[in-house]
Structure formats: C-alpha cells, structure tokens
C-alpha cells in the first residue's frame, strides 16, 4: 500500500469523525428515533393518520401504499390526523423514431397533499411532490403495457414515501414543541 493510498483512508476516517462531531453538536435527533418520556415516536405519530381514499385505480393503489407506510395495520380507530391527497398524471413521448412513432415516454405524477387535524378544516401542513419515470415504448402492445404500469407503479412509490417522508418530519416538529 502506498502513502498516497494510507493518507487517503485517514483523510476519509477524519472526514467521517468530522462529520460525526458537527451532528452531534447540533443536536441532532434521527426522525424514527425511539420516543422521548411524554412524547409519541414518529412511527406512533404516523399511525395516527387517517388516509382518505382516491377515486380512480392509480389512486387506490397510491391510498394503499401510503396505508402501508403509515399504518401497516390498517386505518387508525381513533385518528388525530387526516390526509388528503390528488393525484394528477401525464405522459410526455421522446426519443422519435424518423417515422415520428415514439420510442420512450416520460410518465409524470404530481401529488398535492394536505395534512388536517380530524374533523377541522384548517391544513395544518401542504405540500407537492412529483415522480418522473420513463418507460420504453415497443412493438408489442403488450410489452409497452408492462413497461408504462411498471413506470406507474415506481412513480407511485416515489411519492408514498416522500408523502411520508414530509409527514414524518412535520410530526416529529410538533412533537419537539
């Protein structure tokens, strides 16, 4: 092993012990931490969440996912929380072939949610977030079908776990007031 090789593997041990330091001195808290005395952890936060279902099939499938990543038992019985989300989608063609037919799609799903208090009106946190997967386009029907719901699908993904992300954060920042 050569000096330039050992001084490269202190230089990334210092920056990670750097790294370390500056964290610990702002006091840092990880967001799934366990729960403080008087206080809920975010898993418990989140699992007061009622989701409100979506209308078309995309949308059910995004209702389930967030369920999963907010209540893997089902829906709160007793919910302090409700969360509403609309889901708009579209489809962008690229890469054309010299007969102008598409080769490759980006398919865009933007999701608006609002975050309420139960049985209040007042949003207690707004946001968007946006997913763009691209799929191939072929000459079988068939195989573009699976690619675009194969794109959906990572799409819908995306944004249940940024939704979930962002809920996450808002609660654990209540919680800490």
């Given at each position: 092993m050569s000096w330039f090789e050992r001084m490269?593997?202190?230089?990334r041990f210092g920056l990670v012990l750097g790294l370390a330091a500056v964290v610990a001195a702002?006091?840092?808290r990880p967001l799934y931490a366990e729960k403080t005395e008087g206080s809920l952890s975010t898993y418990d936060e989140l699992g007061t969440v009622r989701i409100v279902s979506l209308s078309d099939r995309t949308g059910q499938q995004l209702?389930?996912?967030?369920?999963?990543?907010?209540n893997p038992n089902g829906q709160p019985?007793?919910?302090?929380?409700?969360?509403?989300?609309?889901l708009r989608e579209s489809e962008r063609q690229l890469a054309l072939r010299s007969?102008?037919?598409a080769t490759r799609a980006d398919l865009s799903m933007i999701a608006d949610y609002e975050l309420f208090l139960q049985g209040g009106k007042q949003t207690v946190l707004r946001g968007t977030?946006?997913?763009?997967?691209?799929?191939n386009i072929l000459e079988s029907q068939y195989a573009t079908q699976v690619s675009?719901?194969?794109?959906?699908?990572?799409?819908?993904?995306?944004?249940?776990?940024?939704?979930?992300?962002?809920?996450?954060?808002?609660?654990?920042?209540?919680n800490e007031e």
């Open positions: 490269a593997g202190w230089s702002c006091n840092f209702h389930n996912l967030l369920r999963d990543r907010f019985s007793q919910p302090r929380y409700r969360l509403e989300v609309v007969d102008e037919t977030t946006r997913s763009v997967n691209s799929y675009e719901q194969n794109a959906r699908e990572r799409g819908l993904r995306e944004l249940a776990d940024e939704i979930r992300a962002q809920v996450a954060i808002f609660l654990t920042r209540q």
